[in-house]
């Protein structure tokens, strides 16, 4: 999503606003206003309370169970890990070079990987204002936590989910896939999968990964301390919000792919299955 649209629609400065609609609204209807504060007050409460985020989160985050190989019996032949984000700052060891959802991935990544020492390891992803390419700190990191070197692939290309999907379908082909990424940005993803799938008539089995989980526990387990509000659960919030916005955006960007090849398949009378965006 571009950056003006991530401001702007990110929950802090959408609390902002209607803070400032409130100042603006004491001056008309001062009885409405304290209703409204008391609305805000309690709406920035439950937007800073863990537990409450959890409700917003547990949608996207637990429609895809853990990755294990009981369940998936048949061997992987790749196991492709998204990237997320970096740092080059050389005073930081390996370890803390990658930021924690990079890092939860790429664990998993390994993690899998040393299941089935056999499939090849896919770093993908690319961030522009690093001296350093992210896939290459992971790569560094990969090795650094055993990984045979020679069983590392990576894909410094892909800029996005979108670009980074459509290079896994062309790397993997009809091949058995475990895709690791965050777990609330695994339905955005699966997404595109099946997307890219139609639309490229491919039919590798791509199995979800996730990793890096927000909820940390069920509804049994909760408890009244959980219920404090805590920066966790701002944090939380915020990528909660951008996946959501996320998935909005992907439907305008897949209804505008589908017409975009109905046109050409309707101009051209060859179905441009092989061309996505």
Same mark, same amino acid.
């Given at each position: 999503?571009?950056?003006?649209?991530?401001?702007?629609?990110?929950?802090?400065? !959408?609390?902002?606003?209607?803070?400032?609609?409130?100042?603006?609204?004491?001056?008309?209807?001062?009885?409405?206003?304290?209703?409204?504060?008391?609305?805000?007050?309690? *709406?920035?409460?439950?937007? &800073?309370?863990?537990?409450?985020?959890?409700?917003?989160?547990?949608?996207?985050?637990?429609?895809?169970?853990?990755?294990?190989?009981?369940?998936?019996?048949?061997?992987?032949?790749?196991?492709?890990?998204?990237?997320?984000?970096?740092?080059?700052?050389?005073?930081?060891?390996?370890?803390?070079?990658?930021?924690?959802?990079? *890092?939860?991935?790429?664990?998993?990544?390994?993690?899998?990987?040393? #299941?089935?020492?056999?499939?090849?390891?896919?770093?993908?992803?690319?961030?522009?204002?690093?001296?350093?390419?992210?896939?290459?700190?992971?790569?560094?990191?990969?090795?650094?936590?055993?990984?045979?070197?020679?069983?590392?692939?990576?894909?410094?290309?892909?800029?996005? &989910?979108?670009?980074?999907?459509?290079?896994?379908?062309?790397?993997?082909?009809?091949?058995?896939?475990?895709?690791?990424?965050?777990?609330?940005?695994?339905?955005? &993803?699966?997404?595109?999968?099946?997307?890219?799938?139609?639309? #490229?008539?491919?039919?590798?089995? !791509?199995?979800?990964?996730?990793?890096?989980?927000?909820?940390?526990?069920?509804?049994?387990? *909760?408890?009244?301390?959980?219920?404090?509000?805590?920066?966790?659960?701002?944090?939380?919030?915020?990528?909660?919000?951008y996946e959501y916005l996320g998935l909005v955006l992907q439907q305008w960007q897949m209804s505008a792919n589908t017409t975009s090849a109905q046109n050409t398949e309707a101009s051209s009378g060859v179905p441009d299955l092989a061309q996505p965006e």
């Open positions: 999503m571009e950056f003006p649209v991530k401001i702007l629609a990110s929950p802090a400065v !959408i609390l902002l606003l209607l803070a400032l609609l409130l100042v603006m609204l004491h001056q008309l209807r001062p009885g409405a206003a304290k209703a409204g504060s008391l609305l805000l007050f309690l *709406l920035i409460w439950g937007a &800073t309370t863990k537990p409450l985020v959890d409700q917003l989160a547990a949608p996207l985050e637990l429609q895809y169970p853990a990755y294990d190989k009981t369940a998936h019996p048949q061997p992987l032949q790749h196991i492709w890990v998204l990237g997320c984000n970096h740092q080059d700052s050389h005073f930081l060891p390996l370890t803390s070079q990658l930021e924690p959802c990079s *890092l939860a991935r790429v664990s998993e990544g390994i993690r899998l990987w040393h #299941q089935q020492p056999t499939a090849l390891l896919h770093f993908s992803g690319r961030i522009d204002d690093r001296l350093t390419e992210h896939s290459e700190v992971a790569r560094r990191y990969a090795i650094a936590m055993g990984v045979a070197p020679d069983h590392i692939r990576l894909h410094q290309q892909p800029q996005n &989910t979108r670009e980074e999907i459509q290079s896994l379908l062309a790397a993997t082909g009809q091949d058995h896939v475990a895709l690791v990424t965050s777990a609330m940005h695994m339905p955005r &993803t699966m997404r595109w999968v099946a997307f890219y799938q139609q639309m #490229q008539a491919k039919r590798g089995q !791509i199995i979800a990964a996730p990793t890096d989980f927000s909820v940390r526990r069920l509804h049994h387990e *909760l408890k009244p301390s959980h219920f404090i509000p805590t920066v966790t659960a701002i944090s939380a919030l915020g990528y909660v919000h």
